[in-house]
């Protein structure tokens, strides 16, 4: 996998997140067609860059307790 599509990836859960629309870790696995366990090593990634993020079994997605902004992305134009 390269480093944009990690990054777009973390992106899109990023969003999911913020819209409390990733559903269990499975259904997000298979929303993003990667397995549990890359959605795991992704949630930590967050974490591990400062997001205060936990499954909330009420809402049936992963959540921010906190602000957290991510914005990483690249810029193709000259």
């Known amino acids: 996998?390269?480093?944009i599509q990690q990054v777009?990836?973390?992106n899109r859960i990023d969003l999911l997140i913020r819209r409390k629309a990733?559903?269990?870790p499975?259904?997000?696995?298979n929303l993003l067609e990667v397995s549990p366990r890359t959605i795991t090593n992704s949630i930590n990634i967050l974490r591990d860059l400062g997001?205060?993020?936990y499954f909330c079994h009420?809402?049936?997605s992963y959540v921010y307790?906190?602000?957290?902004s991510f914005?990483?992305?690249y810029d193709s134009t000259n």
């Open 1 to 3: 996998m390269s480093f």
């Open 8 to 10: 777009n990836r973390l």
């Open 58 to 60: 009420s809402s049936k």
């Open 26 to 29: 499975k259904e997000l696995a």
């Open 65 to 68: 307790s906190a602000r957290f």
């Open 22 to 24: 990733t559903g269990s």
């Open 71 to 73: 914005k990483l992305g």
């Open 51 to 53: 997001a205060d993020i």
